[in-house]
């Protein structure tokens, strides 16, 4: 064992948390920060392509893979989730959506006891992490290291789609992230010129440029040190070598909630009960870690229909290689824009007081595999992706052994509460109308899925249950709140230990509303600023 690393700060985790709050850390000039990372650093073009998203999906070398137990819920089709594991994390190969989510979603964390993340309290910071270069409006930032875009592709049929909005009865808005309204609008991407920005772009090769920011990679935490309840460290392994890393100040965990609480179990830091059997020694009883694991379950309504700008599967690859060259000299086409082009909040039925499905529209007609891996469809068309904006089912993860390499047992049924379904069973019905809205009807738009023999409530039931997969949102594992159960405090440190916080998506009380990466760039930005003001 070779004691060769210290710092004042250690992040755990180079994923969309770590590297931002790293360079935030770092960015006061004094302190020094390692940042481990169990993937690799790469500079493959593919992590830049905003259209190579579904061939980074599954790719074991950026890919954790995640599964969980066999999903009651769902025909007993377990839970796929892909993770990034590489340099930015799951903003290097997801889909790039930039959604704050909707301020109901802050103000019932706060509510909920966690005072100072209502959405006033959180709109700061959301500011501060952006570039946006659509409208000016009050509620957006400027001059924040995140480039935020509005879809460079958005094309005629995202704007078919938001017609049909409209003529459902769904406002459409200019800024779809403009706080606190709700409604439909064009997509934002976090994009640069077309190119994906994830936070090793935006904010991580900045920061290593300053030097005052180290990175490890292909380094893989597997426990924390401790003196007594305070953390000093952690012990990772880097090629067949393990290496202890000393924090003079703090150590913050950023791997993500299908890890963070899997480092912490193997930690000591724990339900006592489900720790000592495994012969891992207790540092402080923490009943929840690992617990309240939820995700939006997602299911895709498509349609036929040969509108402009949609993307076809016989692409072929004189067509894809002019894609791809049309985006490296231009930033433009559909290579160039996340896969999603349009986004709305609404209501699945006329009983819901606020919204509570989220849509997604894509310019192509998606099948999701028995996995839930999205693919292309034989049909030149169209798809929406329903969601449920608060979903009710809950799960859990905890360790299947003391090895940190063994994967955790995860369990979470997606469907597992009536409220989840039947909401869902209205968001599906609700992308049928808008796709046999007046507009999409004038455009000789025709529904394939879930078609004619998907009418009554049980027939959609079915097809929820067979089609759905998750939109790759794990959170919660980590909760945050004010009662002594809760794993984090408010201020994101951990009950029962000195020295240690968590910053990533495992911290939310409760899931946003919408796709996840911004608002744990928020999280990342808050917690930069608690650990400079703890400083003070
Ligand atoms: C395919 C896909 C598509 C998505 N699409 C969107 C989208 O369009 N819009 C959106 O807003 N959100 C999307 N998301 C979700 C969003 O990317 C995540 O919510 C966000 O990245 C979570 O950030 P995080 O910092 O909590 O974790 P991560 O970004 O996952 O970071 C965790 C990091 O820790 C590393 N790590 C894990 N364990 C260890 C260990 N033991 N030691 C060292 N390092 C470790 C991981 O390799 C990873 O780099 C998508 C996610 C995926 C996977």
């Excluded at 890393?245 to 000591?268: C, D, F, Y």
Aim: charged share 25%; proline share 6%.
């Amino acid at each position: 064992m070779t004691s060769t690393f210290e710092a004042d700060f250690i992040v755990a985790g180079a994923g969309t948390a770590g590297c931002a709050l790293a360079s935030r850390i770092a960015g006061d000039g004094e302190s020094r920060v390692l940042l481990l990372e169990s993937g690799e650093d790469s500079a493959s073009l593919r992590l830049r392509m905003p259209g190579a998203v579904l061939s980074l999906m599954g790719d074991p070398r950026y890919d954790w893979n995640y599964v969980s137990a066999p999903d009651a819920s769902r025909r007993n089709r377990p839970v796929r989730w892909s993770a990034g594991r590489a340099v930015g994390g799951g903003s290097a190969i997801n889909g790039l959506v930039f959604n704050r989510g909707l301020a109901r979603d802050f103000d019932a964390w706060d509510a909920a006891g966690c005072t100072g993340w209502s959405a006033a309290d959180v709109l700061p910071y959301f500011r501060r992490l952006e570039r946006f270069d659509g409208p000016a409006g009050e509620t957006r930032g400027r001059e924040g290291p995140q480039s935020v875009e509005i879809n460079r592709h958005a094309c005629s049929s995202a704007r078919l789609f938001l017609r049909a909005c409209g003529e459902s009865g769904i406002r459409v808005v200019e800024d779809i992230n403009d706080f606190p309204p709700d409604g439909a609008g064009l997509t934002q991407t976090s994009t640069q010129g077309g190119w994906r920005m994830s936070t090793r772009e935006s904010y991580l090769r900045p920061a290593l440029r300053s030097g005052r920011v180290r990175l490890l990679t292909s380094s893989h935490a597997h426990r924390l040190l401790f003196e007594g309840r305070r953390c000093t460290g952690v012990r990772f392994r880097r090629g067949s070598e393990f290496f202890d890393a000393h924090a003079k100040r703090e150590l913050i965990v950023t791997a993500g909630a299908l890890s963070t609480p899997k480092l912490l179990l193997l930690s000591g830091l724990g339900p006592a009960n489900a720790l000592r059997p495994l012969g891992i020694p207790v540092v402080a009883h923490a009943p929840e870690v690992g617990a309240n694991l939820q995700d939006h379950a997602g299911v895709a309504v498509s349609a036929a229909g040969d509108v402009d700008g949609i993307i076809r599967r016989d692409l072929g690859w004189p067509r894809s290689w002019m894609h791809g060259a049309r985006w490296l000299l231009t930033g433009r086409g559909p290579a160039a824009g996340g896969a999603v082009l349009a986004t709305a909040y609404a209501c699945s039925d006329e009983s819901a007081r606020a919204p509570d499905v989220h849509l997604q529209f894509f310019a192509w007609h998606m099948r999701l595999d028995s996995d839930g891996k999205p693919g292309l469809g034989v049909e030149p068309g169209m798809t929406v992706i329903c969601s449920v904006c608060q979903p009710h089912a809950r799960g859990y993860l905890r360790l299947a052994g003391p090895d940190p390499l063994e994967p955790a047992d995860m369990r979470l049924e997606l469907l597992g509460s009536a409220h989840d379904l039947r909401t869902l069973v209205g968001g599906v019905r609700l992308a049928r109308r808008l796709l046999a809205a007046p507009s999409m009807r004038a455009a000789r738009v025709t529904e394939l899925q879930p078609g004619p023999r998907g009418r009554s409530t049980a027939e959609l039931e079915d097809y929820c249950r067979d089609h759905s997969g998750s939109q790759f949102h794990p959170a919660g594992t980590c909760r945050m709140g004010t009662d002594e159960d809760s794993v984090v405090d408010t201020t994101l440190r951990v009950r029962g230990a000195a020295g240690l916080r968590i910053a990533d998506a495992s911290i939310m009380p409760a899931l946003t509303s919408a796709n996840t990466n911004a608002p744990v760039l928020l999280i990342a930005e808050k917690a930069a600023e608690l650990i400079r003001s703890a400083d003070r």
